[in-house]
C-alpha cells in the first residue's frame, strides 16, 4: 500500500483537510457541516444516542494490512454497529486523528474516501460532520457516532428475559478467520480466502436489521470481541444464563472449515473454525434476544434465554468461559 505526492504537513493543515473533506456528502439531518466549530444536527426525538471508539496503530491495526480506505472504512463500520445495537438511525460522524509527520495527502484521502463509502454502504443517512487533525509517532484514529432514535426506546443489554430467544444478524468469526490468515508468512493464504480478509478490512454490520429489531428485541449488542465474551456481558446485564445450541453453529463453522485447515497445514498450531465462531471477535454482527414468536427477517437463532443459573453462558448445557478481545490487555 504505497502512496505518494506531498505529506499532509508540507500542504498545511487547512489546505489537507479541504481536499480530504471534499469526498464528504451531506445529508439532510446535517445543519451545519464540517468547517466551523460544531456541527449542528436536526432530530426530531429530544433524545439520541452516542458512542465512540479508537484505532490505534501497531494495536488495533497495522498499515501493512491496511489500506487508508480499509481504515476508514471499518472506522465507521465499528461504531454504527453501536448505534444500531441500541436500535437507532446513524445520522452523523466526528473524527478525530493523530498521524505521523510523514503521512502522504494521498493516504489522507483515501481514508476520508473509506469514511464515506462506509457511510454510504453501511448507513446512507450518515455523514461525515467534522473532527480534529493532530501530529504524533503513530496514527491514531476516534470516532464518535450520533444516531437517532425516532420515538422508539433503545434497546439495552440489560432487557433479554428467561423463555427469550437468542439471535445473531451477521456472521460469526470470518473477522477473526480473515486475521489469521493476513497475519499468516505464506501470504497466498489470505489470497485464497478474500471474503474472510474482507470482513477483518471492511467489516459490514447489519446496520438495517438492527434498526428494525428495535420493534421486538427485548436486549442486544454489537458483537465486536467475539460471541462467548459479548454474550457473556449481556447476560450478566440482564440477569439471566445464556444457552447456545451448538448445532445452529454448524452454518457459520462450515464457511471457515477449508480455510483452518489450509492455515493448520502450513503451520505448528491446529486453527479452529469453532473457536473462530465463539471467540474470534470484529465481525460486528448483532446479537439480540426476542419473544420467541417475533424474530425479525435477517437474525437466525443460535440459542436460548434461560433464568440465571450456575453460568451466565453456556454451549449446550455445559460452561462456556468467555473469552475474546480485550482492548487494553490484548
Same mark, same amino acid.
Given at each position: ?19 480530504? &473533506? /471534499?469526498?464528504?456528502? $451531506?445529508? !439532510? =439531518? ?5 468547517? +466551523?466549530? %460544531?456541527?449542528?444536527? @436536526? ?51 466526528? &473524527? /478525530?486523528?493523530?498521524? $505521523?509527520? !510523514? =503521512? ?5 484521502? +483515501?481514508? %476520508?474516501?473509506?469514511? @464515506? ?214
Amino acid at each position: 500500500m504505497n502512496y505518494s505526492g506531498p505529506t499532509v504537513f508540507e500542504l498545511g493543515e487547512i489546505a489537507a483537510l479541504k481536499l480530504a &473533506v /471534499a469526498k464528504f456528502v $451531506p445529508v !439532510d =439531518t446535517t445543519l451545519v457541516g464540517s468547517g +466551523d466549530d %460544531a456541527a449542528v444536527i @436536526q432530530v426530531t426525538d429530544g433524545r439520541f444516542v452516542v458512542t465512540t471508539d479508537s484505532m490505534v496503530e501497531n494495536h488495533d491495526f497495522r498499515h501493512e494490512l491496511s489500506s487508508g480506505f480499509d481504515l476508514g472504512f471499518k472506522a465507521v463500520a465499528s461504531n454504527v454497529a453501536d448505534v444500531a445495537a441500541m436500535g437507532a438511525k446513524p445520522i452523523a460522524i466526528v &473524527v /478525530a486523528m493523530v498521524i $505521523p509527520g !510523514d =503521512t502522504k495527502q494521498s493516504w489522507l484521502e +483515501d481514508f %476520508a474516501r473509506g469514511l @464515506q463509502a462506509a457511510c454510504t454502504q453501511l448507513a446512507p443517512e450518515c455523514a461525515i460532520v467534522g473532527g480534529d487533525l493532530a501530529s504524533g509517532s503513530e496514527t491514531v484514529i476516534v470516532v464518535t457516532a450520533h444516531g437517532h432514535l425516532a420515538g422508539k426506546n433503545p434497546i439495552l443489554r440489560s432487557g433479554a428475559k428467561a423463555g427469550d430467544i437468542l439471535a445473531v444478524a451477521g456472521t460469526l468469526g470470518r473477522a477473526a478467520c480473515g486475521l489469521d490468515l493476513l497475519l499468516h508468512e505464506d501470504s497466498t493464504l489470505a489470497d485464497s480466502y478474500p471474503e474472510h480478509v474482507e470482513v477483518q478490512l471492511r467489516p459490514t454490520p447489519p446496520v438495517l436489521a438492527g434498526i428494525a429489531a428495535a420493534d421486538s428485541a427485548t436486549a442486544m449488542l454489537d458483537l465486536s470481541d467475539g460471541l462467548s465474551l459479548d454474550a457473556t456481558r449481556l447476560a450478566m446485564a440482564s440477569g439471566v444464563s445464556l444457552n447456545l445450541t451448538g448445532q445452529r453453529l454448524f452454518g457459520f463453522e462450515a464457511v471457515l472449515e477449508l480455510a483452518a485447515q489450509s492455515l493448520s497445514s502450513k503451520s505448528d498450531r491446529t486453527y479452529s473454525e469453532r473457536d473462530w465462531v465463539l471467540h474470534g471477535g470484529e465481525d460486528h454482527s448483532l446479537l439480540a434476544t426476542f419473544p420467541a414468536d417475533q424474530i425479525p427477517v435477517g437474525f437466525r437463532v443460535i440459542g436460548e434465554v434461560l433464568e440465571a443459573g450456575s453460568y451466565p453462558l453456556m454451549l449446550d448445557g455445559v460452561e462456556l468461559p468467555a473469552k475474546g478481545w480485550d482492548s487494553i490487555s490484548s
